[in-house]
């Protein structure tokens, strides 16, 4: 169990080694920075959830978290919440538990409102390069653009909301290389075929016309590293008919093939598909599911 091995660590430096000899493989870190800055250490079904400078501890509830400051991380055990003994700052928290956990990949973090207490400067300087980058709605567009600018190079990016006035500045997140870009707000044509990406996530409708469009254009070559794209259209922007895919030649798919494709991106039994190719022979499937308010769609690319 996670949570006797870090315990037990702590003991002693022989203990220490003990427990980092074991060579114990966890999948992922992540931090969560809001009022409370917390840590989870997850190796397969176990985990280990360490909480750092609570703020109900904190006289003036007012004032910056300083993470230079030494501080003793609590969590559960048996039931009972846990105090560590021993005290480090931040920093030397983050390079213990990677060692005696044999973690050596990137970390997750996750930022939701209360981060602004902590200097996002030293976080990052803390932390280094992320895998996974979160961005709350809550946070204020200041805030979140802070955040953008020192954590620049996640492999997957989840935005809920966009923090820019500007397109140009918009574009930059549908330009960045990222593997996984999640994106919770309005975005145009021009945002979908600059995105360079493997794998996006749209949770703002669009309009029939614009996906359309989008389809067409990724016929004639556009989006080159796309392999997944995922969106939905408000049933109320479709007049009559699949207006989404007029002027678009489709073609039909045996039952076989899209039971293989429904099973492999772990889709809904309920997703109908068609299947399209562009120019250079690359096919692409258009799965299809319709609720009702709103049609859901796949755009997978076919290797």
Known sequence: MLHFRFAFSLVSTKTKDLVTSLGIKTSNIDIRVSGLLCVSVISGENY????????????????????????TPSFEYQGRIMQALTSFNFSDWMNYIRTIFCFTKPLNIRFYRGCEKYEIELLKDTIGNVNDLFVSRQLTDIVSRRLLKQFNTPKTLILCKNPFEEACQTQQIFIQNCEVLEFGDVYTLDDMLLVNGEKVYFYHPTTHKQFNQFVKHWIRGSNPRLQHMSL??????????????????????????????????????????????????????IGIKKSDNIIYFHFIVLH
């Open 48 to 71: 280990l959830y360490l909480t750092f400078y609570d703020e109900s501890k904190y006289v003036n509830e007012l004032s910056p978290v300083d993470i230079t400051l030494p501080v």
């Open 232 to 285: 939905s259209i408000d049933k109320t922007d479709v007049v009559s008919g699949a207006m989404y895919l007029n002027g678009i030649r489709c073609m039909e798919m045996s039952e076989d093939a899209k039971t293989e494709i429904r099973q492999k991106h772990k889709l809904s039994v309920n997703v109908d598909m068609i299947q399209i190719r562009r120019k250079d022979g690359t096919s692409a499937v």
